[in-house]
């Protein structure tokens, strides 16, 4: 769905992290607007309660380089983790080019991930898409934590096609731009198939 601007020679591609409450994906995002340079990023903003908890979204265009003469924009979202902002994470799918799915790798977490896999998988149909042929990538985050559940078996229970998969310790910016630059090389690739 990524808009193209023949005129002003511009793609804008969309990406969304997408995951559990708390999983890390306004972390993700902080870190690559750290880490990228003044000219490469605008402005980051980020909706949140008082908590710190993304209450809408968090948002942060980014360029990444030219592509035939085409300057390409990526616009990175995340989504709110909690249950009853559910209208607010369809909405933000809207012509979505890629999600990458932040997992938290907790024990405790399984049921949160297992719940928001299936709520992307509901929200993307829901706006047309086909889960199993949109740009994505899943994220094990949090590989930090003392009580983590094994890589394997989480590759077991949170893949859902042959998605590649990264660990993160996204607080400290392990795995944050493996994961971005695969999502947006599958982006790039859709965009030179179509
Ligand atoms: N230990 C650890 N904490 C993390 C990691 N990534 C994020 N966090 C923390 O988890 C909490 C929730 O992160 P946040 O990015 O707000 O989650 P979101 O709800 O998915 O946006 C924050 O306190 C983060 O500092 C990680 O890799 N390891
Ligand atoms: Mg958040």
């Known amino acids: 769905m990524s808009f193209i601007n023949f005129a002003a020679r511009e793609i804008n591609c969309k990406l969304v992290y997408y995951g559990p409450g708390l999983g890390g994906k306004t972390t993700n995002l902080q870190y690559v607007y750290q880490k990228t340079s003044e000219s490469q990023k605008g402005k980051m903003i980020s909706l949140a309660t008082e908590t710190d908890r993304t ?49 938290d790798s907790q024990p405790e977490r399984m049921d949160a991930n297992y719940e928001a896999l299936d709520n992307l998988q509901e929200n993307l149909k829901e706006h047309g898409y086909d889960f199993l042929k949109i740009p994505y990538v899943l994220q094990l985050n949090k590989r930090d934590l003392p009580n983590v559940l094994p890589v394997d078996f989480l590759r077991k229970e949170l893949m859902r096609r042959e998605e590649p998969v990264f660990e993160a310790t996204a607080c400290q910016g392990c795995g944050v731009f493996e994961t971005l630059r695969e999502c947006a090389r599958q982006v790039f690739s859709e965009l030179k198939r179509g």
């Open 55 to 103: 209450l809408f979204f968090d948002f942060l265009p980014l360029d990444l380089g030219t592509v035939r003469g085409f300057r390409t924009r990526f616009h990175l979202y995340t989504v709110p983790g909690q249950v009853f902002y559910d209208a607010s994470r369809k909405l933000i799918l809207r012509g979505v080019d890629g999600v990458v799915f932040v997992a």
